[in-house]
């Protein structure tokens, strides 16, 4: 038996064979057959803009060694500093490069679904896609001017209906499985996406907390414990997120997407994605 590590590099190359090898009918050979008789397949990985190490080191020169309060003032500053604050006009744009489908690059992929849909199917209507607000509007009332409503950081594509259905709804476990988007559930008062984006999700409110403090012209906004936030500027479940958090690590279509933003667009970054250990050393 190989050791632990080869095995789960051999499990990954035999998952990336499974997707490329058209199914013609045959039932699939079992994993372990797979494993043994396959080539050796190199996993497709997105390409990642790149941003040399020492470069995002340098970004987060000023947090270096904090925890706590004067970290999340400190990531606050650093994340607020030389930002490109973009239009909600140009949001669309911005999302048909950040959210491209790897494999389509006239397609964007759907944050709940996970769906790939034409990028110029854009818009209000029925089968097209928008613009989802993670963090919602309603929640610290800060609407689509620039600011917090046109930050790219927590702002992806949705079905049209898919968003309508999540609403202002905070995040939490449970409920009833969306029928529009699989994998996703709903109750009264709380969202629960799809396992890929669990962690995602986390990492956008959590980012959202640091990056808007008010005094700005915009609402502090902060996450909390509750559901059912409403109006207020809170988001939660603070400790779902948390679990969902460390269920789902930052991927590597994640790190290209916090690496888009930054060298693209606004010029900051989502510290969480670059440094998960950092969540728990504020919250
Ligand atoms: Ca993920
Ligand atoms: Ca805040």
């Known amino acids: 038996m190989p050791p632990t590590h080869l095995r789960r590099a051999l499990a990954v190359s035999a998952t990336a064979a499974a997707l490329t090898v058209p199914l013609l009918g045959a039932a699939p050979a079992e994993p372990a057959a797979r494993v043994a008789s396959a080539a050796p397949v190199v996993p497709v990985v997105p390409a990642v803009p790149v941003v040399p190490a020492d470069v995002v080191d340098d970004y987060y020169a000023d947090a270096e060694g904090l925890t706590g309060e004067p970290l999340k003032q400190a990531l606050h500053e650093i994340i607020s500093t030389d930002v490109?604050?973009?239009?909600?006009?140009?949001?669309?744009?911005a999302l048909k490069v950040t959210d491209?489908?790897?494999a389509d690059p006239d397609s964007v992929i759907l944050l709940y679904t996970g769906l790939s849909r034409d990028a110029d199917a854009n818009g209000g209507n029925v089968g097209q896609w928008n613009r989802e607000h993670v963090w919602p509007q309603s929640h610290g009332d800060f609407g689509t001017s620039p600011g917090p409503g046109t930050d790219l950081h927590h702002l992806r594509p949705s079905d049209v209906q898919v968003n309508s259905d999540r609403g202002n709804k905070d995040f939490d476990e449970g409920g009833t499985e969306s029928p529009r988007a699989p994998g996703?559930?709903?109750d009264a008062d709380s969202w629960e996406p799809r396992d890929e984006v669990k962690g995602d999700i986390a990492r956008m409110a959590l980012y959202m907390a640091v990056r808007w403090e008010g005094g700005d012209g915009f609402a502090d906004l902060e996450v909390n414990d509750s559901t059912g936030n409403g109006s207020v500027p809170y988001l939660g479940?603070?400790?779902t997120l948390l679990d969902w958090h460390a269920q789902d690590p930052p991927s590597a279509a994640e790190e290209a997407r916090n690496a888009t933003v930054f060298e693209d667009f606004q010029g900051n970054r989502n510290p969480f994605v670059d440094h998960p250990e950092w969540v728990e050393e504020i919250w």
């Open 100 to 102: 491209r489908d790897p």
């Open 84 to 93: 490109t604050t973009l239009t909600y006009s140009q949001v669309w744009d």
């Open 184 to 186: 996703n559930y709903t």
């Open 237 to 239: 479940r603070l400790s």
